[in-house]
């Protein structure tokens, strides 16, 4: 039997606790029979508390030798005066930039259960099924010169640099065209090529990867402001949205939003396939953050993080029909009505973190 070498990175804030309750589903499809090793380690905040370093150098070697990464969150108001190159957020930025991750998917599924638990009205997102495609090891996260300066006349000036090449774009694009295929064949690709270089470059070499290897499948190219606006108008109007990494960091927290909340989303972030082995680098974490407000008090909603591992579960390994099994399970708890806080009508009682992983694994068993 196949081994699947997990490693998870719980984090900071909500980070342990959502990830306790995947570590049940692991328990559970290990009971079946599949094959998981897991290892555990630090990120964030709490690797600096132990470490001095957002992720030490033994964490990355684990996670170069995993076959999957899951993560939590990172961050916290314990860790604001840290120095910027340690902050939480550069072991996460770190582990994206040396695993080579440049595709991170981020799908925005409405349950039908949770069309009310949106901002938006329930025709607006009842059904919706979107992919936003965000470029992730380039752009102006990683563009140097990236500095704060101090001038003679004593102003600081502070500078990031916003770059892409030809072959980052070109990748980016083949998987968004790629997973269009899968889906409704479309794909909006969001940039701004009307005040950016990097945008107008990005146009272009969407349209000429599109032209050559993807013509039969339908293309648009919109403005990324406008593409804000369009999400929260007619989301349904998208398929695959492909963007570069900033823009796809803000749109993809907009998608979230569509979906009743934040703790909806789940995400993967892909390498390049390698040429001997097929096999991708890949690490699974949920959008949102440690949420260091609600941190330690069972409220978070465990869904994104247990939506991240069936992605590793689709994505990684190849366990399709246990991917389905859990997306059906997570819809059948919502059909059911449990909530946590954060997607539960006003006024509802709402179930802890813990009782909706366990209800999870429940529903798993009765469906299989
Ligand atoms: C995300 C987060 C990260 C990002 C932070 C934590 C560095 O917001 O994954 O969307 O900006 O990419
Ligand atoms: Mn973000």
Redo the contacts with the bound molecule.
Sequence with gaps: MATHKLLLLPGDGIGPEVMREVEKLIGWFRKRGTGFETETDLVGGAAYDAHGVAISDAAMARAMNADAVLFGA??GPKWDGVPYEARP?AG??RLRKDLGLFANLRPAICYPALADASSLKREVVEGLDIMIVRELTGGVYFGEPKEIVTLENGQQRAIDTQIYTTGEIERIARVAFDLARKRRNKVSSAEKHNVMRSGVLWRKVVTQVHGDEFADVQLEHVLADNCGMQLVRWPKQFDVIVTDNLFG?IL?DIAAMLTGSLGMLPSASLGAEDSQTGHRRALYEP?H?SAPDIAGRGLANPLAMIGSFGMALRYSFGLIEEADLLERAIAQVLAAGLRTKDIAPAGANAVATSDLGDAIVKELETLS
């Design positions: 990172v961050g957020e996460l930025l960091d993809s959008v953050g």
